[in-house]
C-alpha cells in the first residue's frame, strides 16, 4: 500500500503541470517589469557666443560647460541633443553681440535644472561632440 501511495505521489509530481494543463487550468503568467523610460525634456539655454550657436544643426551633440571666473570650467551637460536653434529674434540681442544666443537642448530633467541654475550664474558654451 504505502509503495502504490509513493507511486501515485511521484506521479502527480511529474504530472502535476500536464494535469493542471490538460483541466484547463494554466501555470500563473509570468510576471514582466516595464522598461526603464528615460524623459527628456526640452531646455532652452542661451549661449555666450552666438556665433558657436549659429554652427549647430538639431541632432547634434554638445557638451555644456560653465566658465566661471572664481574657477576652472565645468561641464554642466555631456553629450546633450540640440533639439532646435531658434531664428534670432528682430532687432533684438538674442542672436548677436554679447547678449549670446538661445539654443534648445534635450536633455534629462535633472541635467535640465542644472542648465538652468548654471546659466542664471554665469556664461554658457558649447562644445561639438
Known amino acids: 500500500m504505502a509503495?502504490?501511495?509513493t507511486v501515485v505521489a511521484a506521479a502527480l509530481a511529474v504530472g502535476g503541470a500536464d494535469a493542471?494543463?490538460?483541466r484547463g487550468g494554466a501555470p500563473p503568467p509570468e510576471v514582466k517589469r516595464p522598461p526603464a523610460v528615460v524623459?527628456?525634456?526640452s531646455a532652452p539655454v542661451r549661449i555666450?557666443?552666438?556665433a558657436t550657436v549659429r554652427l549647430l544643426r538639431?541632432?547634434?551633440r554638445v557638451d555644456v560647460v560653465a566658465a566661471e571666473r572664481t574657477g576652472p570650467p565645468r561641464v554642466v551637460a555631456s553629450g546633450a541633443?540640440?533639439?532646435e536653434v531658434p531664428e534670432p529674434s528682430?532687432?533684438?540681442a538674442a542672436g548677436t553681440g554679447d547678449g549670446g544666443a538661445l539654443v534648445v537642448l534635450s536633455v534629462d530633467r535633472e541635467t535640465a535644472r542644472e542648465l538652468v541654475g548654471a546659466g542664471a550664474v554665469t556664461r554658457l558654451a558649447v562644445t561639438l561632440c
Open 3 to 5: 509503495t502504490g501511495l
Open 20 to 22: 493542471q494543463a490538460s
Open 39 to 41: 524623459r527628456t525634456v
Open 48 to 50: 555666450a557666443d552666438a
Open 58 to 60: 538639431p541632432g547634434d
Open 81 to 83: 541633443r540640440v533639439a
Open 90 to 92: 528682430e532687432g533684438g
